[in-house]
């Protein structure tokens, strides 16, 4: 596999990692359709767990398949499939090399209260399951945020040590934090560099919205920081990820209409966002409107709409 | 021993495990009068933990004997043997060979309030004890819910680097679930999904009811999940079990009278189930009862009855 | 030595240990008056770390000198001298193969008001002191039972690979137990159960009382369990106890006077129970009228008093 | 790399240390412009945790890219760098044998309530990012005090074995400490003694007010401690520092005008600091504004301002 | 090193020691002018962790340099110098060989309110500092009694596998203890008691008071125990240490004038107490003065005054 000068040029800087990481980022830039660009797209599935199986896969029953997703994300063409362990599980062998994994590692579910989650993996689990990376989750802001820290800390130092990748969501909430607060420029941006600190590899962030939380609002209008508009805001976000030094994909956010999803990835890419990772958007419609929305987003990324 | 199509089927399913798991839960699937059928009766009995020797063995005093329970597996032609470490200890010298064993690794007690349970066993002491699968109990919902998961992960990932089966018994109870969701059919798909999440081979959950707990009830009125019957109820729970590829069991709650209990089984195959886990409902009858008993259901699950 | 059948009778009930740890049951059912015969006296000095020095000694100073406790075990001929770490380094040297040794390895301190006990030593400790067996308490229905439940289980496990025996105090308080249900049959009968299951190769609790707590009351009644005499209801616990496949010594409780305690070791004798564990009706008597005291007890078990 | 008279005085100080870590110390001491003097200028960018990306970067945008800071500490001719985990991933490579790096392995952010900060990086992250020491804050005084206590106890432990040297930021907040009483001159002492005493090489605090915390109040005035001007204060802090034999730096603090910098840094010279660690008034400030600072400022420290 | 007669008796109290242990307590015990005797007086330096380093060291400057402690020690001929990780390390090198140290693991500070400390020193440390002992502190009574006793048990283990001695003290405070609880004669030698089972060679203790805590009063009453001088207060809490088979040291408690020191020394010495451990009232007078009072101590424990 021949790397194009940009998948080198994001490779440099991860100047610090273990040729087995840069590796592993290189496959999931150079997969799928949009290899080579240095754009992605990722397709997650980690609702069964987050709200449950109807909730997640009802709406579209062959996805309670979890060959479906494998299958899905392979045919749309898309640059990796990210997963909780017994979702890798039962189709790791099957679609072996197929399309890179990213093991998430820790989970939610929505009959616990806590703001929190369950470590549910580990990475000896994405090395058996020849995995590229780590996906784990932190709630900056949360009472137990210190120690979520600490668990990503902990099990990036392995993955980073075994060749893997580490792809950190960071979404704030709880303890001070308003309900609006979760999604702030200022608690994006904030949240987004937390991840960067923390030796993330690909950062996962929520488009974030005008609002900003009190604390940072003075500096954000003393040095007039553009959040009028989403490509703007992304653009904010993608500077406090270290100026653009490390990949930043968006979330897609709960199920919706369709010239509203590819509006605000058109938005995405304006601001300079590396990519998206969209899931219930996508699994949750029939196979072929799925392939068409996909299809409809890389060509968006690829600068072809 | 030359496994049937069925159980080699069964077995493609657990596409990530080694070897020695595989030959593991062929050992169970072959065991017994159903062996090689796909279906699979398993005696459990951690009563004695739960609820205290008398409440448990005082209906039928030979049970106090350890040996008694081995006994009466072999006997019934049943899959496996499921118990705690003492009871185990105390026969599977004498038992070695005769019939898979679970070695049920934590365990709960009702002179305690919480709603947790201890971890009484390793997966060393399953090794030892020459188990064939470690069974582990979550709570989902309960205050205590991630941290048991994280203990079954990490015994998970211990139990299948060693060849061992993992056994998840799945039943949700405290937090802010009520008296009628820990049963209901929502909240059982959900707590079957995330077992297999979490990585369990074969997966043990109560039959639901048809009380739907608010938070997913429009999915299921708007999806039109059929949930009338226990059987189309056990076909939902199948379906949240990877669409059937995992093994799922059922318990056979508290004691009853014969007929109810055949019914109930009837309803669980009709559904799809892979079979029954049954304790009180047999070591709490004399034993010919239960040997009788135990024909029946062995029967239905073969279709013969 | 040569074992009697008695003593191998009973090291076959502990089917699934290694020879070491067989060999250390066998040391103690060999040694002292009683060796052979398949009952055991054991003298157990915690009482310093339970109740302070003064409580315990004050009444026979003697008995301040680690190294009386020792002697008077030997001069008694008794089973075991269990005692804590540094009773046990005090002494370990000089009475080097003379009787065997518990080392308890928690302890409790009367200053402290939780009701748990702090790990005061470690198996490795056993070892190096010549220990046969290691001592652990559980409080069954304490808040923090079930973390001491997971400390036994862990130390358990390696005192069994390291070919020592396992011996649990089971002592149920705390949580919603209430003052008589601590000694109630029931609850008491549970405690031994719940000791085997976890593992115990000999099992202390105390002489239960006729009082039964509610939940299994209805049980007790239905099923006639006869609770009327301390003999019936050691019968009782034996049954708990994998009905007699465990080894269950019952302590003495506090100081009394002599006939009393010796009518209650005829009970306890005419029950089936193995033997007995008594420490203050012993040390804290001038030590001839101790030797005397424990002379009667075990003629009292040799059935010749 | 010949060492002055000064900087081997300094390390003999060190005299328990190996020589691996006295190495490192030398490192830093003999680097940039203040090289052999003893003296030392530190910049530390951990605010974009502390603070967020907005509130420390926007006011000069350079600054978002992590190499911006490597190459400020190296124009300006700095003793070291000092970062948290991602910013010295993202640029130790580029600017390897430019600079000494402190890699600050526990940090805090402003969306927490919590008195503490996350262990975010390990002593073999330092090791593989070339850097020549750790940085850790303690917060004397708050709920989680000793919890931090013994976390830098164990990296410290673990980073002196690898030759690296310890740098503890020892800042008091929380518990009955009042707001005045975290910098007061007694509390500011007793914060640099306390990490004097857990072993720390270099120790920063922040420049001290002569507020007295009641306790210890009736000591000052009895015995005439001077704390009427700064530098008669930090003359006190390094006598609580092992009476000089440890190296203490002193914080800028928020951002100020120059003349009131440069002030403070005359006083803390003539205290007998071991000199400065300045961050947001370099940073913040346009690159060459930065320079011209930090030239000031190590003029002052040379003696030549 | 010949060892006196004395010394080897107190050795063969140790009998389940290694020689390396034996060796270092040897040490201890043939140090300087008490040497042979088997009394010691040791001096600790671990109030500026507790107090500050004004409170502690203003009263006499010079000692805040870490080298004052240990030559104060080597001077006055005493028998070993305890202090914690920080003051050790900047005088081990230059005093190796000259006097036996100890090094305390862990530490209280004054800005904490939990009755609790931080383990601020390792075993591992003890050693690369050629220290003889390590010393901990633990707090009867207070509601992390029990983890500091975890703590100690796992410190103790490693320590004695490495040859070093174990010094506890026992500090009873907090939890249901009065003020006057906490030197209570019945608490004392509870705490010096607890020591001794949890496995120190040498146990330090205050000067107890005549007060008698409630729960054993009556023993004390009914058993005539004297506790009515300070001698024979001593005299009982030597007996509750193993009836004299540990070595047992008081501290001096606060700064108090000369005759008043010299006389409670006297009653520790009829009282049978193995020595003193002075801190305050030496290093907090000048030099000169501390030298003389401790010649006259030395002398009192010599019989010579």
Same mark, same amino acid.
């Given at each position: 596999m021949?790397?194009?000068?940009? /998948?080198?040029?994001i =490779? @440099?800087? +991860?100047? !610090? ?5 840069? #590796? ?30 109807a ?18 994300? /392979?045919?749309?063409? =898309? @640059?990796? +499939?990210? !997963?909780?362990?017994g979702?890798?599980? #039962? ?7 197929q ?11 929505s009959?616990?209260?806590?703001k ?9 689990d ?5 995995c ?38 960071s979404?704030?909430?709880?303890g ?25 590899h690909i ?14 609002k ?7 920081i ?14 406090a ?5 490390r ?5 897609g956010?709960a ?37 068409k ?6 060509k968006?990324?690829?600068g072809?709409?």
């Amino acid at each position: 596999m021949k790397l194009t000068q940009r /998948v080198k040029k994001i =490779l @440099s800087w +991860y100047e !610090s990692d273990c040729p087995g990481t840069k #590796a592993n980022l290189a496959r999931i830039l150079m997969q799928g359709r949009l290899g080579g660009s240095g754009k992605l797209v990722i397709l997650p599935v980690d609702q069964g767990f987050e709200h449950g199986p109807a909730r997640s896969f009802a709406p579209n029953p062959p996805a309670y398949d979890p060959h479906y997703h494998f299958q899905l994300a /392979v045919d749309a063409g =898309l @640059s990796a +499939y990210a !997963s909780v362990l017994g979702m890798l599980e #039962a189709g790791a062998d099957t679609f072996a090399g197929q399309i890179p994994l990213i093991l998430k590692v820790n989970s939610a579910n929505s009959l616990q209260g806590a703001k929190d989650q369950a470590v549910t993996a580990s990475v000896q689990d994405a090395l058996r399951l020849g995995c590229s990376a780590i996906g784990f989750t932190i709630y900056p802001g949360s009472d137990d945020a210190y120690a979520m820290m600490e668990e990503i800390r902990e099990m990036a130092e392995e993955a980073k040590a075994c060749g893997l990748a580490v792809v950190v969501w960071s979404y704030p909430r709880g303890g001070k934090l308003s309900k609006d607060g979760e999604t702030a420029i200022d608690v994006t941006a904030y949240a987004a560099h937390m991840a960067a600190l923390l030796g993330a590899h690909i950062i996962k962030v929520k488009p974030p919205t005008a609002f900003i939380e009190h604390e940072a609002k003075k500096v954000y209008e003393k040095q007039k920081i553009d959040v009028g508009t989403l490509a703007a805001r992304i653009l904010h976000v993608m500077q406090a990820s270290f100026n653009g030094r490390r990949i930043v994909v968006f979330s897609g956010g709960a199920a919706k209409e369709t010239a509203g999803i590819l509006d605000e990835i058109r938005a995405l890419r304006d601001g300079g966002a590396n990519g998206s990772i969209i899931g219930r958007n996508t699994f949750q419609r029939p196979r072929e409107e799925a392939l068409k929305l996909l299809d409809e987003v890389i060509k968006i990324y690829q600068g072809k709409a």
